[in-house]
């Protein structure tokens, strides 16, 4: 007969756990037969002793069937596709890639998260427009990938239920930055869609989990092997995040600015990432002979227009009433007659002439977090309308006195900390090879073997 404290107490003491273990305490995490201590006592034996290959493997499986595991028609086999990014700023990825995906004849059923710390929640963008409905069944998820291709939901109660009590513990017990956790828990939840294939987007420096190359390709490579041990085709792609994705940071204008991605008018940066995640996609499915085909097809769907026909049909079928959506995706419009716009907007102005080196995304984020843009315990609300757009780019020259942020704020004010931090966030230089020569975010590719 197996025993909490003894399993506790081998993992503490360095031990490898058996399969049958590790069935066993995510059989009882799930019942609710482990207590919340003995629960935070085994996450910080895993975070301290760590765990091999295999039993991070058995984990992220037992976690996947704690719950229901989605099943799909036939005719879809090997079209179901995903993808996670581990949080950056202004990352809006997800709302120009699932249209573009589906355009490319793709089904993508992304299962998104809410903005916790500095990163912002794909599901908060969305519910910043008004009527789309985050919470559907897996029945209507069927539904809506059968007609339009792609939707972007929340977790179904039903789904990895096992996870749900292991992150809320985590968060109480300083054990969120342990590897065989970060891996159960995204790698569970994308087995239990039952995915053809997966794309990582592993975010490294300044203003992400992982501050390194290095650190990042360690936990890609994890979550890997993860992946593909669960028979999911899985790759990563390792991206920088210093400053920001695109210009707009917030959720409603990083709505505006996806929709602008779509009719054509995104930024340089923001593409890059959609199209290389896209691409690896569409050579996993076999709906590519390469990535620089792949990267086309899904750079045609963008510019060309179905990517934002994909999206419209979507917030249509997620419950967007179809005069708005219309409004929204139409050629000219104003935005703000739909999406909610901040009480007050405040320019800040460059301290000296010279060219732009660099814009810290951490702070910005930072101090729009406590502006409204974000929460600090999961279920807090969030301003939708609090935000900020960056009006230089790297490398631009700047005279002093010009405008280079747009603050978006309501009846928080920026104080005059706040706004002197936003100040310092800003580099200007005399030089543009001050700014080393990246013009791209991603730094590697990683494809399964």
Known sequence: ML????????????GQLTDEEISFIIQSVTTN????????????AIWQRGMVAAEIQTLTREMMVSGEVMRWPDEWKRLVVDKHSTGGVGDKVSLVLAPALAACGCKVPMISGRGLAHTGGTLDKLESIPGFNVQQSAEQIQSILASVGCCIVGQTEMLVPADRVLYALRDATSTVDSLPLITGSIISKKGAE???????????????????????????QLLMDAGNSLGIQTAAVLSHMDGTIGRSVGNSLEVIESLETLKG????????????????????TDLALGLPEGKKQIYDAVIGGAALSKFEAMMKA?????????KLCSAHTDYYSILRKSEHQLELEALADGVVLDVNGLVLAQVLHKLGAGRTKAGEAVNYSVGAELLVSLGQRVQKGSSWLRL??????PSPD??????????????????????TLVAEVLLPH
């Open 408 to 413: 978006h704020y309501e009846d928080r004010a």
């Open 194 to 220: 039952s995915l053809s294939a997966l794309v990582l987007d592993v975010k490294f420096g300044r203003a992400a989990l992982y501050k390194d190359l290095e650190s990042a390709k360690q936990l890609a």
């Open 318 to 326: 997620q419950g967007v009433a179809n005069e708005t959506t219309r």
């Open 418 to 439: 706040q706004i002197n931090l936003l100040q310092k966030a800003l580099t200007v230089g005399k030089d543009k090879r001050e700014a080393g020569d990246r013009d």
């Open 33 to 44: 037969r482990m207590q919340d201590c003995q629960i935070g006592a085994m996450l910080m």
């Open 265 to 284: 008018n995104g930024p340089d940066d923001l593409m890059e990432l959609v199209t290389t995640l896209g691409g690896m996609l569409l050579l996993m």
């Open 3 to 14: 025993s909490i404290p003894d399993l506790i107490r081998k993992k503490r003491d360095g």
